[in-house]
């Protein structure tokens, strides 16, 4: 037996021996995080095309802030010799120059136990937190972006709050970030406002826009009614609606439905509003 053959062999019989351990079919690093701490493998990964994370942003364990988005879990396993396994300093630290490197902002850190961050690349908000415990190290991220809207309100549903509260707030309609035009994911929501205003000939709106209060209030004034008389014009524009019909206003933060200390506040308070005239 040549001594390439023995040599494989040997190798090959102690790999158990040394802790050598395959990542879990199926899994991957994550591309924010592309290496991993020296002697650990992928035991096991998740991935929720949209879920909600609460990291701790504070000493105090009851302040967090829930971040909704794609949601990766991942676990490594410590596979290598007994005894060596850093420690949890040595992979919080790890981890910071590794956020900080990919241009991250370190939000909350226990040295002891892990460290929670924001990262914003290319345009896109990503939340990232690495724990160590014993034996293992957990990474969590969550990739923000607004929830795939599947269900909107029929023209029905808008009559009866039309009918019972003189108003409606529309959910389906969709704006970049700082922008007024509206996306064409909009299209299934304002095809029902069409279809509403098509029923009821002598009906006419005010088309109000919404923002939570990030930013200036000058700045989300003139955002919520730019956004107002965006979905005017869509809906004119493309829906045949007779603009006499409707006025597009906004009024920024100033009628809030929900907390805007949360991000789940904001996105709530973020909206379009239908009154009747």
């Known amino acids: 037996m040549s001594r390439l053959v023995l040599l494989l062999a040997a190798l090959t019989t102690a790999a158990p021996s040394l802790g050598w351990a395959a990542d879990k079919a199926g899994c991957a690093d994550h591309a924010l995080f592309p290496t991993r701490m020296p002697d650990y493998s992928l035991a096991d990964c998740k991935v929720e095309e949209y879920g909600t994370v609460s990291f701790q942003t504070a000493k105090n364990a009851r302040i967090q802030t829930p971040v909704e988005g794609k949601v990766t879990s991942i676990t490594y396993a410590y596979t290598g010799a007994p005894g060596k396994e850093p420690s949890a300093l040595a992979v919080v630290r790890n981890y910071e120059a590794a956020i900080a490197k990919i241009g991250g902002t370190v939000v909350y850190v226990d040295p002891a136990r892990w460290v929670t961050a924001k990262i914003v690349k290319d345009g896109r908000e990503a939340w990232a937190q690495a724990e160590k415990g014993n034996g293992k190290i957990w990474l969590r991220i969550v990739e923000k972006k607004p929830m795939a809207q599947y269900i909107v309100a029929d023209a029905a549903a808008f009559g009866k709050d039309i009918q019972a509260t003189g108003h409606f707030a529309v959910y389906g309609i969709y704006f970049d970030t700082g922008k007024s035009e ?11 406002i069409a279809k509403l205003l098509a029923q009821d000939p002598g009906l006419e709106l005010l088309v109000v826009g919404h923002t939570d209060m990030t930013g200036s209030m000058d700045a989300n004034r003139k955002l919520s009614q730019a956004r107002g008389e ?43 509003e239908l009154v009747k005239e």
């Open 182 to 192: 509206v996306k064409p994911d909009s299209r299934p929501a304002l095809e029902e």
């Open 230 to 272: 965006s979905v005017v014009q869509a809906l004119v524009s493309q829906h045949g609606v007779s603009a006499a019909r409707l006025k597009g206003y906004g009024v920024g933060p100033l009628a809030p439905v929900a907390s805007n200390d949360t991000e789940e506040g904001r996105a709530k308070n973020r909206r379009v």
